[in-house]
Each structure stands twice: as structure tokens, then as C-alpha cells.
């Protein structure tokens, strides 16, 4: 494989290149789209960057949060078990890609970049033999639409060793900014002030997730006595969609629950331990952020939030705990006695730092604008451009 490109080169590859990504659905599609769509900015400022997403999805939240114009398009949900469905997806998808190669056409696309998920394959589809595409998978186990889409893809990115993508490259996961370079020490004070958390008192942070997790919610809350025992503290977030009910304990630490976290580099700096699901974007996060974890897998899917937690679990910086064994039990039997135990809290956080790949992110969007550049350099998208470019 040829060195990247400097970003000297790069600036002097002709026009502004414009950058479609496409990771609609869940956060851990859409944030590590955007920590890209970030990198892309700082190594050419004068780039444009589109993403593709659907009207429900929780792009239509953080996209424009972020600055970035949405483009909505046409899910193709993969059904898992035969039904109705499965016999109309073949016209679902000839739609999808219609309207996104559509898309792609006006806003001027010199390269679509896909995260999977539900908008990932309509666009790797319209995309096929117009623009490069470049595919990143963050899961050891690749979902279909990166499958497919990494058949015809100019350059393959994964997060971890033995992804089975052919030509893959290991890049980690591209992260904010705001969390490969967070000093959690720095930051701590007004973190805990932030969250209204005792300033001193050993913190949990608890979350299952954009959306939250019901087996979280129900064990986390029904020990909210023990962790006050214990002199605990806990910021749980506890998704928009649910309710947490916590009894409060006059002059014990607080349990403060919260919808959703809009600044996890605080949650993250407030917090001494964490007890979350293991998706690739999480585990990611908690390991660059040098956090002790307690991993409670999804116990749905294909079983890769398990492997997720591999590395973390194998390095002695995390712990898993089986959904189904989730319990106010199992709480005060194994989460509380770490986090009180500074000394295996301090040790197990200086086993996560390290685990990650701090810039899968400016290292994802070099392979980006390789892509585009070879791709210019070979006329191939000479003249198949729509009114995107001036």
C-alpha cells in the first residue's frame, strides 16, 4: 500500500473535495461519522461534508448539533426471520438507492464513506462505479451492509485485528476530539459540580446507550440504598424514553438520573467507574478515556458487544457482568466493591489507557481524501458531477 498523502499534497489536489458519510441510525454509527467529518475539516478546511440519514433516526439530532447539513433518505431495514417484509425489500431498495443517488448527484459527492447500518447500503449501492467508496466497520463482527458494501469499496477501514473484511485496515475507531484528549483530572471538579455529584465521594456513571437499557435502569435504581451505604455516588443515564424513580438519601452522595448526556467528556470526567453496554463506540470511548468498566454485553444481535469487550477485559481495565445476571444482587456483590477499592480503581483505569487508537480519526479521513485524490487523478469522476460543484 502507497503512504498517504501529506496534507501538503492534499490541498494541492485541485477543488474543495465534497464528502458524503453515511452512518444513520444509533449513535455508535453517527458519532464516529462525525468525529470523521471533523477530521476531514481540520486537514482541508475548504472540504463540504453532507451526511445521509433517515427522518427517524437520531442524525436529525446530532448532525445539525454539529454543523453539518442532513440529507434524509429511504432506510432499507434487513429483516432477521422470514416476513412480508423481505418480499417487498428488493423494490424498498431500488427506491432508497434511486432517491440517494439523487442525492449524491446534486450535492456534488467525490466520495461516500459508510458506517453501516440502515443508510449505509442504499448509499454504497448508488455510489457503486460513481464515487470511491471508502467503508468503516467498527464491530469484529461485520454487520450486512458493510459486507456488501467493502465488496466493491476502494479502501476498507476496521477497528480490530481479524476483522473479516478482505483488505482491511486497522484504524480503531474515530473519536471527538473532546474525548481522545479529555484530562479527566482537570476536568473533575466542574464535572461533579455540572451534574450537581459530591465533589469527593467514589462515582459510578451508569448508561445502556443512546436510548438507555431497561436491565440497567431496573438493577442500577433498585440499589440506590446500598450505593448510598457505601458512600456512592452515581450519574445514570437512564435514556429519554424511560423513567428512573430513586428514592433520596439526605447526606449521602447524590444518584442523579438524567435522560441523556449531552456532554460525555463530562459524564466521563465526573465519574470514577462505568457500567455501560459494550458497543464499539462505547468501549472505544471508555478506553481512551481511561476509565475501569463493567461491560453488560446486549445480549442481542450477533454477539459482538461480547468481543467488543475482549480487549478491554483482557488487558485487566474491564469486567463483564451477563445481562441476565444483572441485579441489585449482583450490584452490591461485584460494582460496589471495585468502586470503592481506589487502589484496583487506579490500576485498572492505567490498563485502559493505550487500548485505543487516539487518531482513528485523522487517520480515517486521510484514507478519505486519498481516495478522492486518486480518484481525480485517474479521471474518473471528470464530468459526472451535478449542480454541487460550482
Same mark, same amino acid.
Given at each position: 500500500?502507497?503512504?498517504p498523502?501529506?496534507?501538503?499534497?492534499?490541498?494541492?489536489?485541485?477543488?474543495?473535495?465534497?464528502v458524503?458519510?453515511?452512518?444513520?441510525?444509533t !449513535?455508535?454509527?453517527?458519532?464516529?461519522?462525525?468525529?470523521?467529518?471533523?477530521a476531514?475539516?481540520?486537514?482541508?478546511?475548504?472540504?463540504?461534508?453532507v451526511?445521509?440519514?433517515?427522518?427517524?433516526?437520531?442524525?436529525?439530532?446530532?448532525?445539525?448539533?454539529r454543523?453539518?447539513?442532513?440529507?434524509?433518505?429511504?432506510?432499507?431495514?434487513?429483516?432477521?426471520k422470514?416476513t412480508?417484509d423481505?418480499?417487498r425489500?428488493?423494490?424498498?431498495v431500488? =427506491?432508497?438507492?434511486?432517491?440517494?443517488?439523487?442525492?449524491?448527484?446534486?450535492?456534488?459527492?467525490?466520495v461516500?464513506v459508510?458506517?453501516?447500518?440502515?443508510?449505509?447500503l442504499?448509499?454504497?449501492?448508488?455510489?457503486?462505479?460513481?464515487?470511491?467508496?471508502?467503508?468503516?466497520e467498527?464491530?469484529?463482527?461485520?454487520?450486512?451492509?458493510?459486507?456488501v458494501?467493502?465488496?466493491?469499496?476502494?479502501q476498507?477501514?476496521?477497528a480490530?485485528?481479524?476483522?473479516?473484511?478482505?483488505?482491511?485496515?486497522?484504524?480503531?475507531?474515530?473519536?471527538?476530539?473532546?474525548i481522545?484528549?479529555l =484530562?479527566?483530572?482537570?476536568?473533575?471538579?466542574?464535572?461533579?459540580?455540572?451534574?450537581?455529584?459530591?465533589?469527593?465521594?467514589?462515582?459510578?456513571?451508569?448508561?445502556?446507550?443512546?436510548?438507555?437499557?431497561?436491565?440497567?435502569?431496573?438493577?442500577?435504581?433498585?440499589?440506590?440504598?446500598?450505593?448510598?451505604?457505601?458512600?456512592?455516588?452515581?450519574?445514570?443515564?437512564?435514556?429519554?424514553?424511560?423513567?428512573?424513580?430513586v428514592?433520596?438519601?439526605?447526606g449521602?452522595?447524590?444518584?442523579?438520573p438524567?435522560?441523556?448526556?449531552?456532554?460525555?467528556?463530562?459524564?466521563?470526567?465526573?465519574?470514577?467507574?462505568?457500567?455501560?453496554?459494550?458497543?464499539?463506540?462505547?468501549?472505544?470511548?471508555?478506553?481512551a478515556?481511561?476509565?475501569?468498566a463493567?461491560?453488560?454485553?446486549?445480549?442481542?444481535?450477533?454477539?459482538e458487544?461480547?468481543?467488543?469487550?475482549?480487549p !478491554?477485559?483482557?488487558?485487566g481495565?474491564?469486567?463483564?457482568?451477563?445481562?441476565?445476571d444483572?441485579?441489585?444482587?449482583?450490584?452490591?456483590?461485584?460494582?460496589?466493591?471495585?468502586?470503592? =477499592?481506589?487502589?484496583?480503581?487506579?490500576?485498572?483505569g492505567? !490498563?485502559?489507557?493505550?487500548?485505543?487508537?487516539?487518531?482513528?480519526?485523522?487517520?480515517?479521513?486521510?484514507?478519505?481524501?486519498?481516495?478522492?485524490?486518486?480518484?481525480?487523478?485517474?479521471g474518473?469522476?471528470?464530468?459526472?458531477?451535478?449542480?454541487?460543484?460550482?
Amino acid at each position: 500500500m502507497s503512504e498517504p498523502a501529506t496534507n501538503t499534497e492534499r490541498a494541492a489536489s485541485s477543488a474543495a473535495p465534497t464528502v458524503v458519510v453515511a452512518g444513520g441510525g444509533t !449513535a455508535g454509527h453517527i458519532e464516529p461519522a462525525l468525529a470523521l467529518a471533523d477530521a476531514v475539516m481540520r486537514l482541508r478546511p475548504d472540504a463540504r461534508v453532507v451526511a445521509l440519514g433517515t427522518e427517524r433516526g437520531l442524525e436529525n439530532t446530532l448532525v445539525p448539533a454539529r454543523g453539518y447539513p442532513l440529507e434524509l433518505i429511504p432506510p432499507v431495514p434487513m429483516p432477521r426471520k422470514p416476513t412480508p417484509d423481505l418480499l417487498r425489500l428488493p423494490l424498498r431498495v431500488r =427506491d432508497s438507492v434511486r432517491r440517494t443517488r439523487e442525492v449524491l448527484d446534486r450535492v456534488g459527492a467525490d466520495v461516500v464513506v459508510g458506517f453501516g447500518g440502515y443508510v449505509a447500503l442504499p448509499a454504497y449501492l448508488a455510489a457503486r462505479g460513481r464515487v470511491p467508496i471508502v467503508v468503516h466497520e467498527a464491530n469484529k463482527r461485520p454487520g450486512l451492509a458493510n459486507k456488501v458494501g467493502a465488496r466493491f469499496a476502494e479502501q476498507v477501514a476496521v477497528a480490530a485485528p481479524g476483522t473479516p473484511l478482505a483488505g482491511a485496515r486497522v484504524v480503531g475507531i474515530p473519536l471527538r476530539r473532546s474525548i481522545t484528549t479529555l =484530562d479527566r483530572a482537570a476536568l473533575r471538579a466542574e464535572a461533579r459540580e455540572f451534574f450537581g455529584l459530591d465533589p469527593e465521594a467514589p462515582t459510578l456513571l451508569a448508561f445502556g446507550g443512546s436510548q438507555g437499557a431497561r436491565s440497567i435502569n431496573t438493577a442500577v435504581s433498585a440499589a440506590a440504598g446500598d450505593f448510598a451505604a457505601a458512600g456512592v455516588g452515581v450519574l445514570h443515564a437512564h435514556g429519554p424514553k424511560n423513567t428512573v424513580v430513586v428514592q433520596e438519601f439526605p447526606g449521602r452522595p447524590a444518584y442523579v438520573p438524567v435522560p441523556y448526556l449531552d456532554r460525555m467528556d463530562l459524564a466521563y470526567a465526573a465519574a470514577d467507574v462505568v457500567l455501560c453496554r459494550s458497543g464499539a463506540m462505547t468501549a472505544a470511548e471508555v478506553s481512551a478515556v481511561g476509565l475501569p468498566a463493567i461491560f453488560v454485553p446486549l445480549p442481542h444481535g450477533n454477539g459482538e458487544q461480547g468481543v467488543n469487550a475482549e480487549p !478491554a477485559i483482557g488487558a485487566g481495565a474491564g469486567i463483564v457482568i451477563d445481562d441476565a445476571d444483572l441485579t441489585a444482587s449482583s450490584i452490591r456483590d461485584l460494582v460496589l466493591p471495585l468502586v470503592t =477499592d481506589a487502589g484496583r480503581v487506579k490500576t485498572m483505569g492505567a !490498563a485502559a489507557v493505550g487500548l485505543g487508537h487516539r487518531e482513528a480519526d485523522e487517520v480515517l479521513a486521510g484514507i478519505v481524501l486519498d481516495a478522492v485524490a486518486a480518484d481525480r487523478a485517474a479521471g474518473r469522476t471528470a464530468g459526472r458531477r451535478g449542480a454541487g460543484h460550482e
